[in-house]
């Protein structure tokens, strides 16, 4: 059973910054994708990024040059930096990734923006 625990969810304002960070029981230089997805109220969550074993990263055109993953496979933990937050960037975030054909998903971490 993988564990996924996310932390440094929080209030910011606008323009502000977050770092949020995704702890695994597992380890990660067995795992191919690891990715950050979020989910606002009333929407469907939707990806935020993803990493590749080989550090190749993909985010899409909502957070393309506000968002920086990355992963410490010797630590086992997936890194989230949001920079230039937006108010529609207010979503509970959730840490992901595939481990022997099995999904696993933290609890989220929630970051809320203010205008």
């Known amino acids: 059973q993988v564990q996924l625990v996310e932390s440094g969810g929080g209030l910011v304002q606008a323009g502000g910054s977050l770092r949020l960070s995704c702890a695994a029981s597992?380890?990660?230089?067995?795992?191919?994708?690891v990715g950050w997805y979020r989910q606002a109220p009333g929407e469907q969550r939707e990806l935020v990024s993803y990493?590749?074993?080989?550090?190749?990263?993909v985010y899409p055109d909502s957070v393309k040059g506000r968002c920086t993953i990355s992963r410490d496979n010797a630590k086992n933990t997936v890194n989230l930096q949001l920079d230039s937050l937006k108010p529609e960037d207010t979503a509970v975030y959730y840490c992901h990734l595939v481990s022997r054909g099995m999904p696993y998903w933290g609890k989220g971490t929630l970051v809320t923006v203010s205008s």
């Open positions: 990493i590749t074993s080989g550090g190749a990263t």
């Open positions: 597992v380890g990660l230089y067995s795992i191919a994708l």
